[in-house]
Structures are given as C-alpha cells and as structure tokens.
C-alpha cells in the first residue's frame, strides 16, 4: 500500500503541472497589456513598470511561466491590487469554508445517493424506484441557483427554520453549531444534483452487479438477501461509483460558485465572482488554480479508496 | 454473462428482432421519451412564434407599474423591478437559452468529434498529444474553467458561450475517440485502407456513420447541461448583459427581490426546469433507443428466488408421490419458461428425476438443452426475471422447494443442497477472500464464531488439497489458477456436508490434466461424506466417469435415461445414439468424431412430436404428429422415441 500510495501521488505531479500550464495561458490570453490588465484602475506607469518587472512580462511566455511557477512554489501567487493584499492571503482565508461546503455537500450527495440508489434497485419497478426515478429526473434538471433561492424562500423567509445567509465570518464565534445551521441550505443545494447523478448511476450498476454469478453464488450458498445485496453485491457496485464520486467533487467544486453567490458564504466561489466582475486577474488566476488542485487531490483520495476496495487494482 | 444457461438458449431468437421498428418510431413508443418531446415541442413552438405573439416589448420599463403580481390584467405573469413584463421577457429569454444552448453544443459537438476522429484515425503522437490535452482540461472542475475563461475573455453572453462550448469539447473527444476506436481497430477498417480508399472517404462515409449514435446520445445529454451552465453564468452576471436577458439572467436580476416579489426569480428558474426536463427525458429514451446495452428489460433485477406458479396449478395432473418423501431429491414434471419480451422459451419442459441418497446421477445434452436451467430451477436460482417455474414439483424428502419459504428454502441452500458451478472465475466474488467465501457459508448454517469457521474453511481448502491452505485463505480468486478457483468451487459446496451436491459443468473451463484431477476429488469427496451427486455435462466420457445413472436431455426433455452402463452400450434414442458417436472413446485416441448435423432448437418454436426429428436420420412422418411419451425399452432404461423398436 505505501508503495501504492507514493506511485499514485507520483501520477499526480504531470497533472498538477498540466493544470498549472492552462491555468497560465488561460490568462495570458487577455488582450492588450497583462500588466495593465492586472492592475486595472491602479496603472500607472510607475506600477505597470513595476509589475512587468516582477513577474517578467517583457519575457517571452516559456520565460515568464517559470517565473511565475517559481513564486508559486515559494506561496506567492501575486497581489491584487483591488483587495490591496497578497493574492495568497486572500485565498487561504477562504479555502476553508470552500472545503467545508463542497466537502459537507459532497458526503451529503454520496450518502443519500448511494442509499437511495440501493433502494430503487432493490425495488425495481415498484413504487420507490418510480419515485426516485422521478425525483432524479428533476433533481439533475434542477438549477442549483433557483434551487437554493427556493430553499431560502420555504425554510428561511416562510418558515424561518435556518438562517439564509450572513455567514460572514467562519470563525465569528457562533461555534460549530452556528457553522452546522448555516451550513445546511447551502450544502443542500449543492449536494441535490450531484446526489441525483449518483442515485441513477448506484442504481444502474447495482443492478448489474445483482446479475453476475458471483452473486448467485452467494445466493446458493443460502445466505439472506440483506447480506447478497450490502456484501456481496454493493461492495462490487462500489468499485464502480467510486470514481464518480471523484467526478461529483469537480460538480461540487464548481457549483460552489452558485451556491456560495446565492447564500453569501464567504468562499473562494464568491470570491472568484466579484473578482471577475472587478477585473482582479491574479485573484482569479490563483483561485482557479487552487481549487483545481484541490480537486486533483480528491481524486487522487478516490484513486486510493478504489484501490483500497478492489485487490485487483491494488495488485496491477 | 449473468445466466450462461439463458444466453445459451436462445442465441438464434435475440440475434434476430423481427420487423424492428425505426428508431424513431421506438422513440415515440417509449412514454417517458413521448412526454419530453411533447414538453419541448410545446417550448420551441412558443418561442420560435416569440416575434408574432401579442407580446408587450421586453426592454421597455415602466416604472408606474413596476413589481406586479401575477396574474395582473395586462400581465399574465407580473412585471419585474422596472415594470417590464415577465411573460415576454421570458418567452424571448427562453428564446435567447434554448439558442445559445443548442449552438454551443452543436459547435461543442463538431470541434469535439472532429479532435475524437482525428486521433482515432491517425493514432501515433497525434493522438497522444491531443488525449494528454484532453485530459489535462478534464481535470478541472468543469464550471471553473468556463470562469477562467471568461475572466479573460470577460463577462458577455458571446464569451460565455464560448466558455462553456469550450468546456465541453474533451467529453465529445473522448466518447468519439473511445467509439472510433473499437472501429478504427477492426479488420473491415485495415481492408478498407488497404483497398485504397481516401482517408477523408473512410473517416465520413465508414467511421462517422458508426459512431453517429454517440455523438446524438452525448449532445442530447450536453444540451441540457449546457442551458443550465449558460444560464448560471447569466446568473451571476457574467453572460447577457442587462437591458437583454436570458433565463439565467432573470433570476439573478430577480435574487435581490426574493422577499418582496419571489415571483421574478422563480418562475424563469421553473422555465429551466421544464427545459431540462424534456431534454433529459428525450435524452434518456434516445439512449435507450440507440445503446444495445441499455435497452429497457435488459438490466431487470434478478429476484431471491425464481418466480413460481402455485404449487396447486403446477402439481395438476401428476402421478402421485409414491417414493419420493425418502429422496433427497425427486423432481416430477418440471417446467421452467423464460419469458423475453412477447416470446416464451420453454427451456425445461417436463422433466421428471429422482436422486437416491448417495446416488449420482448425471444430466447429458448439448448447451440449450435444459439441463443447466433443471439445476438451477431446484434451488430457485434461474434468474427472475425472465425465468419463472410454471409446472411441476420439486421434492427434497417430500417438501416442495419452489413452494417453500425463502427463508426456509435459504436453510436448504448450501446446507442441505449445495452447488459447485461452472466458470469459477466469475462464480467466486472477486473482492472477498476465498477463506471468508467458504466460512461465511459455515457461520450462517452452522452457528460457528468466526475464528472457529474460519478454522474449518482452512480444513476444507486442505481437503480440496490447496496448498498452503492457511496462507492461501487470504487470498483473493485472481491470484489463483483456474484448477484452484474450482477446489474453491468444491470447498464451498461441501461446507457444510449437504446430502446432495448440483455440480453444473465444473470441469469445463479446465484443462485436461486439471479436469481429471478436479473429478476426481469431487468423486472421492462426495463419496466419504456419503452425498449424492447431480452432475451436469456436455460430455458423455466425464459423466461415464462419474456417475451411476444418466439423463440425456434434449429441448428441454429427458429423451433417454439408464444406468450409464446400460446406456453406454446399448444406447437406444437416435440423439444418444449420435452422442455417443461425438465422444471419442475413453483411452482410445484418433477415432473420427462425427458432430450432429444441425443446430440443437431454439426452445421457442419446438416443433409438435419429436423436438429431435428435424435431426434424426430416423425420423418418419409420425414423428413430428402429438405427444410422444418417455417409455420402458428395458426394466430401468427408458426412451422417447417412437421408432426405438423398430428394425
Ligand atoms: S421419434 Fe422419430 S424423430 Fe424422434 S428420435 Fe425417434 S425416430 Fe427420431
């Protein structure tokens, strides 16, 4: 396993780079003059001359790639010139309740899905599988935006349940109790469509599983019906959503920027949106990047759950 | 791969759908896919008539009407913040939406296959220069690089677009890619090549057309997310820029009056909904349609336990019991039906055996014959659907199993009645340690705690002669050879002593050295634990081997059975007859092999009379007229053959 472990995390580092590559020349596309795109409002010739200098824009791109890599290794990402602070600073402060949302949404979305894909496979054609069915249909059509905009409507203006934003400070002394109930509606959100993709593929692959021999096997050895479906059948299933799990955190991570926007969370989804609207380049630029990478790691963390599951991949 | 013995029935009914309806037609037929096109029909009707409809302008404010509630006269759906009315607004959004959507995947579409084909046909660096692309886009959160992208581009419905058309090229490279290649690799594709034939003719007239359904099945999937997406980058004010507005657009102006007016965010949240809906819905049943894979009844669940009919309807007209309460077995007028869409395959149709304690009997037939369907059917393991047992009894010392309890009847599995199935590379769960496959069966019938049944199943994998049982229980089945799955197979079956062992081909997947081997142990087993023995075969020379009596099975009827010594030489039914012929014989090397002309029936048009007669270089005209009945040619050797007396 350790073996395994650092052969993966070795798989990780081209991505990484390959991600870190889009991500510079995604913004140089900008027309015109980086620095004074990067700057904004604020260019003057001094600072423009200063900018260029700093992060080698008069070099040719290569050039200017590594340069830029070279201060992000060091934990420089730049400054914006909007927020007045380093790029860096800004992103820490909020990639933790980013985490938190995506993370909480995502469990919720696995969780229920899995569950709830379980239940209309077992009960295939019945009434619970043509309610499931549904409610997936409309689940996976849903806008997260609207959806969050109802949630706050019904359980925070009608029935007044749980707060509906004004999650301005983390760590503003509510405790983790504060932080749960703001939580909730957001994670909700968030998780309703990842959770409906995850319900119809649980489904569709249970029932596969369901047909193969292995599982008639344990059928004749007289084993009860709960034990061929959770051990012998779901545990083979798994293998299988695992890595769409992995695919549902990128969902998660992007429908943030929704759900974070509709809520007010103090995210880097929220962030990014502002930063776009005031032209904050490197704000951007880093934001992307890092939650990109967060991203990569996830499913480097689902790689190696799968592995853990399934011998077969360990041993290759 | 779930039912070998389902698949092996009717090979020549699936292969061949008769007057298959056009993909269309099928579209229309399917009731989920109808109410999506109904839904989206309606949408597009209304929106592509946006410009000729009494519709008040869109971007025109009034102020003195601003905030109105729905069904206000003059606007059917309120007005927003400025006084504009919602109805028209949202029709011409909805307009604006189902455009961009539409255009952004079609172009997404084409600039995708396009990468997908390309790196399919060329292959080499090409190739891998463009997937190692491909991939490195795909590991992104797919929304945060639309917003990359439009933080460069900056905000504008146009850029928007783009971005989002952009994002989801790599799904379209891939799937195409993926489908081309299963092409590209075929033989037809190196003779078309070969053949001299333009690169561009092969890639649009041989390699598009075949990956064609893909490219459909993944556009009716993308354009649905591509609204959305559109629409949620409108929302946060990236894409249409205010005075115009998309859906997306509208609930964003409308968020900030969610308390006072929810109507404006709403109802054009509602708009896209329904959109997706119908898209989904058609997408879903295109799907169906054009994947093989997916078509509906193809992935059922199978059940616990077959179906039966009541045991009062199936046991009409059956002789009575007589000795059957002291058998472990006695099986008396079996009929297990498949049913396929409209079509019903009698794989097993009257079938009577009786196995006393000790005993081993053997079924002989080809594949289709029945005998795997009449060994499963004992314990309810025939797939459900579409296998169901509409006649017959099946004894276990005088107690019907198919009208049992299932947890009665799961007392019996494996306790009782024990299976060893064929292919045990696909019979033993590959996830679980083959020590743990054989002590779950002993903790669940015998009470054992773990540790002590995990002591026995040690004991067993030495019985089966594993070597290195106590090591080689923590294995899993790939890390063993075939020979080794199949001990396995033995080791679990004989877990817990049952009377009677089904063994349903388990030699066949071995090779020869191992096949005798594996025979050999089960025999010598068997015997000191004193079970019976059910063992199924296409081969004649193994069931010699191993068994005292025989039942030659043909279109899912015994057509001959006897000591196996007694119907090794003086066999008396035709196909018996060209059975044996088939076998060479056991010792002896170099003797023709003569095969059976013809193909063993596909049970669902079994001709009236004998099933055999289309075969039979016997067969006379009486032959295919009524019933004929399995009877006496010696004192325990029987034939249903009309002619077996004749010269
Ligand atoms: S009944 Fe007729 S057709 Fe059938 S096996 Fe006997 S001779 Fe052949």
Redesign the pocket.
């Known amino acids: 396993m350790p073996g395994l472990i650092f052969r993966r995390l070795l798989m990780v580092v081209p991505v990484l780079l390959g991600v870190s590559v889009i991500v510079f020349l995604v913004i140089s596309l900008i027309p015109g003059d980086p620095a004074r795109a990067i700057l904004g409002t604020f260019a003057t010739p001094e600072n423009i001359a200063d900018v260029t200098r700093q992060l080698g824009l008069d070099q040719p791109l290569p050039i200017q790639y590594v340069v830029w890599v070279s201060h992000l290794l060091h934990g420089d990402l730049g400054r914006s010139y909007i927020l007045h602070k380093p790029v860096m600073d800004e992103i820490m402060a909020r990639l933790f309740p980013t985490l938190l949302l995506a993370g909480a949404a995502l469990v919720m979305a696995s969780a229920g899905g899995i569950l709830l894909g379980i239940v209309a496979a077992v009960r295939q054609n019945e009434w619970p599988d043509k309610l499931i069915t549904i409610s997936v249909l409309i689940g996976i059509s849903t806008p997260s935006f609207w959806l969050g905009m109802l949630l706050i409507l019904w359980f925070g203006v009608r029935l007044a349940w749980l707060p509906v934003g004004g999650m301005s400070e983390m760590f503003g002394g509510g405790g983790i109790g504060d932080i749960a109930r703001h939580l909730l509606l957001p994670a909700t959100t968030l998780a309703a469509v990842a959770g409906a993709v995850l319900v119809r593929l649980t489904r569709g692959a249970m029932l596969e599983v369901l047909r193969q021999d292995y599982v008639r096997t344990a059928r004749a050895k007289g084993l009860t019906e709960s034990r061929v479906i959770f051990v012998h059948a779901f545990r083979n299933a798994l293998v299988g959503i695992i890595p769409v799990i992995g695919l549902q955190a990128g969902f998660v991570l992007g429908g943030a920027v929704y759900v974070e926007t509709v809520f007010q969370w103090p995210g880097i989804g929220r962030m990014l949106v502002s930063a776009i609207s005031t032209r904050d380049i490197l704000l951007v630029q880093g934001g992307v990047l890092i939650v990109a990478a967060a991203y990569v790691l996830i499913n480097l963390l689902t790689d190696l759950a799968q592995s853990l599951i399934d011998p077969r991949i360990r041993a290759s | 791969m779930s039912a070998p013995a389902l698949n092996a029935t009717m090979p020549a009914r699936l292969s061949y759908p008769r007057d298959r309806p056009s993909a269309f037609a099928r579209l229309t037929q399917n009731r989920m896919a109808s109410f999506g096109l109904l839904l989206l029909s309606l949408i597009v009707v209304v929106v592509v008539a946006a410009p000729i409809l009494p519709l008040a302008p869109p971007h025109v404010a009034n102020v003195a009407q601003r905030l109105r509630p729905p069904l206000t006269p003059g606007h059917f759906l309120g007005t927003d913040q400025v006084g504009r009315d919602i109805l028209s607004r949202l029709i011409w959004g909805t307009r604006l939406s189902l455009a961009v959507g539409v255009f952004a995947a079609l172009i997404a579409s084409l600039i995708g296959s396009a990468i997908g084909l390309l790196a399919a046909f060329r292959g080499g660096w090409i190739d891998t220069l463009l997937m190692r692309g491909i991939d490195m886009l795909m590991a992104f959160p797919y929304l945060l690089l639309a917003l990359a992208i439009v933080a460069a581009l900056g905000p504008g419905l146009v850029n928007a677009m783009i971005a989002i058309t952009i994002v989801n090229v790599p799904f379209f490279a891939r799937g195409v890619r993926g489908a081309a290649l299963s092409i590209v690799r075929t033989d037809f594709m190196a003779a078309a090549r070969l053949s001299g034939l333009s690169d561009a003719r092969i890639v649009f007239w041989e390699l598009l057309p075949n990956v064609m359904p893909g490219i459909v099945i993944g556009l009716s999937t993308t354009i649905g997310w591509m609204i959305l997406e559109t629409a949620g980058l409108s929302f946060l004010g990236l894409g249409a820029q205010p005075p115009q507005a998309d859906l997306g657009g509208m609930l964003g102006e409308g968020r900030n009056l969610l308390q006072v007016a929810p109507h404006v965010a709403t109802i054009p949240g509602l708009v896209i909904l329904l959109l997706a809906i119908g898209i989904n819905l058609i997408g879903d049943g295109l799907r169906d349609v054009l994947d093989p894979k997916l078509k509906s009844g193809g992935l059922a669940r199978t059940h616990a336990r077959t179906d039966a009919v009541s045991l009062e309807e199936r046991s009409k007209g059956l002789p009575l019991p007589g000795a059957a309460a002291r058998l472990p077995l006695a099986i008396r007028g079996l009929r297990t039906h498949f049913r396929i869409g409209r079509a019903i395959y009698a794989a097993v149709d009257g079938v009577d055996m009786a196995i006393a304690p000790g005993e081993s009997v053997g079924i002989v037939g080809e594949s289709g014959s029945g005998k795997t369907v009449t060994a499963l059917s004992i314990l309810g393991l025939v797939a459900t659907p579409p296998g169901r047992i509409v006649g017959g009894e099946i004894l276990h010392y005088g107690e019907e199993l198919a009208s049992a309890t299932l947890s009665r009847l799961q007392e019996i599995r494996g306790r009782r009645i024990a299976y060893v199935f064929q292919d045990p590379q696909s019979t033993l769960n590959p996830l679980i340690r083959i020590g743990e496959q054989i002590a779950e069966s002993i903790r669940r019938h015998q009470g054992k705690s773990a540790a002590e049944a995990m002591r026995l199943a040690v004991a067993l994998l030495e019985s089966v002669h594993i070597p290195d049982p106590e090591h080689k229980a923590n294995a899993y089945p790939h890390e063993l050879s075939g020979g080794q799955r199949q001990r396995v197979g033995i080791a679990i079956a004989l877990a817990n002593d049952p009377e009677l062992i089904i063994a349903d081909e388990p030699t066949t997947a071995l090779d020869v050295t191992t096949q005798a081997q594996v025979l050999k142990l089960l025999n010598e087993l068997r015997r000191e634990r004193g079970a019976a023995l059910l063992f199924i075969s296409h081969d004649f020379g193994v069931i010699a081997a191993v068994c005292d009596r025989v039942h030659v099975m043909y279109g899912g009827r015994v ?1 001959e059975s006897g000591p196996v010594a007694e119907v090794l030489e003086r066999p008396r ?3 018996t007859q060209r059975l044996l012929a088939c076998v060479p014989e056991l010792g002896r090397r170099g003797r023709q092999v003569t095969p059976i002309p013809g193909l063993p029936p596909s049970t669902d048009a079994l001709p009236p ?2 099933a ?2 289309p075969r ?1 270089h ?3 005209p009486r ?1 295919s007229i009524g019933e ?1 009945t399995l009877d006496a040619v010696e004192s325990d050797h029987y034939a ?5 007396n004749d010269a």
């Open positions: 057509v039914h035709p196909y009379g004998c055999f007669a039979c016997r067969a006379a032959c004929i249903r053959c009309i002619r077996v």
